[in-house]
């Protein structure tokens, strides 16, 4: 089996200088991802599990470890200390992330956007509206919103929009935070459906969540981490 993703040793520490106090939010976490492979992370709100998974797309600098990933565009590479430009390009092409907050640029529609991702990640022009339509498609995002800024869009909306925003890239890693967390039982099966679908085609993924029957057979392992520890 081939590791694309390696941590160890990933610590985080926010300093709050006011209040001379510091918050360890994850500690020591160490884990093997392999190549296809899915690790879930599961544990209360407030233990940590953000944290590792923003480390890792360096939406945080982590305080001190190392995430290996095996990158395309570079071989084997540090996330947590590689430099913004190589960060930068691996979001586009090859790191996936879904939060529960949907990023848009300002007057960009939510197709533009879904065409955006699938343009960074190298497919032409065509290729991209004809995916982008898909995804959409998919996640069941009605054509009358295609046109129109997200910004308004509800909870729900907004998540699946950032679920098509993240898969028509077809990253070789995807983060998730939470991904499922606003949607009704039915669409929920459709992110499963998905995420077993791009599993199988070698997609590498690093899951939280809360609902322990959605992780069932779509996880190789889990891990539980309390107060910033994996247990
Ligand atoms: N930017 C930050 N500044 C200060 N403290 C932070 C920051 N981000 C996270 N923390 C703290 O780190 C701890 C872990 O937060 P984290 O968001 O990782 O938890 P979580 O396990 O994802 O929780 P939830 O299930 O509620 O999303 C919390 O105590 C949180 O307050
Ligand atoms: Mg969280």
Known sequence: METILSIRNLSKTFYLHEQEKEIHSCKNINFDLEKGGFIGIVGKSGAGKST???????????????????????????????????????????????????????RTTAKQHVVNAALEAGFSSKESHIRAEEMLNYFRLNSTLWDIYPTTFSGGEKLRLNLAHAMVKRPRLLLLDEPTASLDPDTKLLVRDLLLKLKNEGTSMLGIFHDLEFMDGLCNEVFNISKGSFT
């Open 52 to 106: 590792v998974l923003r480390c890792i797309y360096r939406t945080y600098l982590a305080s001190s470890g190392t995430a290996i990933y095996n990158s395309l565009a570079y071989g084997p590479i540090d996330l947590l200390s590689a430099d913004e430009r190589q960060i930068i390009s691996l979001r586009k092409a090859e790191i996936g992330n879904v939060s529960q907050f949907l990023k848009t640029l300002p």
